[in-house]
Nanobody
């Protein structure tokens, strides 16, 4: 069973920065990709940033230029560097990893989430 554990969330003022970390219980290169999602209060979960095994990245439009996803293949960690934080970034942030089963179906794994609150 895959375990993903997030850390680094907290309370920050507008314009501040945070770095989220996600530790995986197995070699992250075994996944097709990893990423970060968030769920703002009263809203649906949305993709924030993803990175595939070949280093291709994808970002939510509203975070482009402010957030950066990266990984450490030795430590089996994925990071989300968040700068110039805005109140609209307030959400529970979830680490995600995905792979494919033998039938070609996507398998998703999720962390427990970490709260990020941006105060104005």
């Amino acid at each position: 069973q895959v375990q993903l554990v997030e850390s680094g969330g907290g309370l920050v003022q507008v314009g501040g920065s945070l770095r989220l970390s996600c530790s995986a219980s197995r070699n992250i290169l075994s996944f097709r990709g990893m990423g970060w999602y968030r769920q703002p209060p009263g809203q649906q979960r949305e993709l924030v940033a993803t990175m595939t095994s070949d280093d291709s990245t994808n970002y939510l439009d509203s975070v482009k230029g402010r957030f950066t996803i990266s990984r450490d293949n030795v430590l089996n960690k994925v990071y989300l560097e968040m700068n110039s934080l805005e109140p609209e970034d307030t959400a529970v942030y979830y680490c995600n990893a995905w792979s494919m089963d033998t039938y070609g179906s996507r398998l998703d794994y999720w962390g427990q989430g970490t709260q990020v609150t941006v105060s104005s």
